[in-house]
C-alpha cells in the first residue's frame, strides 16, 4: 500500500507539472513502465530465448557428478505444462559427453546381412519420405527410488529423466528396403559417433516396426546433446537404446552382446539373475503440481495435475489418490491422447489445509495398472536399478510444505 | 503411329513408377567401398566375429593398465574415481551386489569391443589392437579368470568361459508385477 501511495503522489506531482506547462495530462500516469516505452526490436535475439524472469526453468543434475561428460541431467517438470518438453530442457543422458558432429561429414552406414549396403549423407537421409510422431523418451535409470530415496526430491530429481517431443524423420523400415535385409537377420546394431561409439542391439522386429531415423524435434533440427545431426529414436524403448549422433546400422543373426546391454543396462533379480534385453518402459505417471519440493499456500482450490505414459500404448485412465492410496478418483486426460507420449492428467481438488498424500497411477490400453512400490520391490527386489515404475507419492504437511512421502 | 508408340511407352513407365506414388526403391546413398565398411566396423560379438589380428599378454597389459587405466580404475581394477574391475564373485545375490568383469560380465569379448571403441575415457580409441589383447588379459587374470602367463588373441578371446556367463535372463518376463 504504501508503494501505491507514493505512486499517487507521483502522479499527482506529474499531474501539476503538466498542468502547469500548459498540456494535457496523460490518462494513465499508473501504467506500468512496459507500456509507457516501446518495447525490444524484433529479432532481439534473432532465436527467441524465455523470459529473464523463467531463469529458474532449467535442467539438472541430481546428483554431483565425477565425470561431467558421462552423466545426466534431469527436465524440470515441475514447472511444465502440456506435454512438449521443449527442447532447450530435454533430459541429456550422455555416456562420453556431446560430440561437436560436422553434417558435412557425418555419414550412416547401413551395413552386415543386407543384400545391398549403402552410405548416407545428411542431405540423402533429407531426401527420403519423412514422418513427424509425438513421443516420450524416458531413462530406464529414471526415478532412483529403489533405494533411499530422499525427501527434498522433485518431480525433476525423481522423474525427470522424461521428456517428450515430436520427432521427425524417416522411417528406418524405409531404409531397411533400401538395404534388403536378409532372413538371417534379426537384430540390428545401432552406433553413434560420439567418443563412447555407444552401441546397442536392437530387435529386427522393432526396427521395421516404429524405429525413426530422426533428424528433428518439435520443428527444428536436432539439438547437439539430442544427437544432431541424427539419431535412431525407438518409440516407448528405453532411452539409451535411441542411440545419437548415429552413425551405424549392422545387421547380424544374433545380439552384439555390447557393454551397455550386459554390464549395464540389465536388471539384477533377488536370485542373482539379471534380466537382459528389458527394453519397453511400462506404464507410469507422476503428479507434477502440487509436488516435491513446492508449497501449497491456501486451502482451498488446487488443481492436481501430471504426466502418465507407457511404452506399451496409450493411456487408457490415470487414477489419483489424495489419501495415499486408500481411495481413488478418476482424473480427466487432456487431449491428445497418443500412444508411447506423455499424456496431460488433471483434478480437481479442494485442499482443507491439513495433511494429504497425493499419488497418482496410470492405466494403459493393455490393462496393466501401475504397481505400488511395495508390489514392485517384492517381485524384483532393491537391485534391479532400472525400470522403477511404481507409483510415487507426494506428502502434503499441515501448513502446506510438500515433499517426498519416503 | 509414332505418337501411338509413345504414348504406350509413357503409360509403360507411368505403371512402373506413378508420378504421386513412392518408388520401390530411391537411389539416394552410394555402395560403400570395403575402406569405408572398414574405418567404421568395430564390433566385436559374443562368437569372436569381428575381433582383429594381434595378440596380447597379461605382462604387458600389467603395463599399459599401470600407465592409461589406473587414475580411474586403480593399479590393480579395484576402483578408484570409475568403476572395480575386479573381484565381487558370489556377491550378486546379496544386499550390495558388486558388479565387475569378473563377476558379472557375462562374455569377455565385450570387455575388448568396449575398451577398443570407449576407452580410456580421456583418449578413446587411442590403444593398438595389441594394446587392447594385452589390457584385456590383465584384467581377465586379476579376476582369476586367465593364468599370469597367458597370451591374448582373436582365437582364445570367445572361448573364455566368464564365470557369469549363465546369470542373464531374456526374454523379458515383463509385465511381472500386478
Known sequence: MAGFSVTRRRGILAGAVTLLSGQRAGAQEDAPPWMRQQGSPVTSPPYGVPSKFEQNVIRRARVAVKFP??????????????????????????????????????????????????????????????????????????????????????????????????WTGVPLSTLLAEVGVQPSARWVLAEGADAAAMSRSVPIEKAWDDAIVAYAQNGERLRPEQGYPLRLFLPGFEGNMSIKWLRRLKLGDQPFQTREETSKYTDLMPDGKARQFTFIMEAKSVITRPAGGQQLRDPGFHEITGLAWSGRGRIRRVEVSTDGGTSWRTASLQEPVLPKCLTRFRLPWTWDGGPAALRSRAIDDTGYVQPPREALVDVRGINSGYHFNAQQTWQVAQGGAVSNAV | MRFDRLVLAAAAVMAIVPANAEPRHYTFGHTPTEAEIAAENIDVRADGKGLPPGQGSVTQG?????????????????????????????TLKDHNPVRTVGSYWPYATTLFDYVRRAMPFNAPQSLTDDQVYAVSAYVLSLNGILPDDAVLNAANLPKIAMPNRNGFISPDPRPDVR
Do not use: M
Open chain 1, 69 to 166: 561428460s558421462a552423466s545426466s541431467s534431469g527436465t524440470p517438470l515441475q514447472d511444465l505444462h502440456g506435454i512438449i518438453t521443449p527442447n532447450g530442457l530435454h533430459y541429456e543422458r550422455h555416456h562420453a559427453g556431446v560430440p561437436g558432429v560436422d553434417p558435412a561429414e557425418h555419414r550412416l552406414l547401413i551395413h552386415g546381412l543386407v543384400d545391398r549396403p549403402l552410405i548416407f549423407t545428411i542431405d540423402d537421409i533429407l531426401r527420403f519420405p519423412s514422418v513427424s510422431q509425438i513421443h516420450f523418451l524416458e531413462c530406464s535409470g529414471n526415478t532412483p527410488e529403489f533405494r533411499d530415496p530422499k525427501p527434498d526430491w522433485t518431480p525433476q530429481d525423481t522423474h525427470g529423466l522424461l521428456s517428450c517431443c515430436e
Open chain 2, 62 to 90: 600389467r603395463d599399459i593398465l599401470a600407465q592409461t587405466c589406473a587414475p580411474c580404475h586403480g593399479d590393480k581394477g579395484q576402483g578408484l574415481l570409475s568403476d572395480r574391475l575386479v573381484g565381487g564373485f558370489g
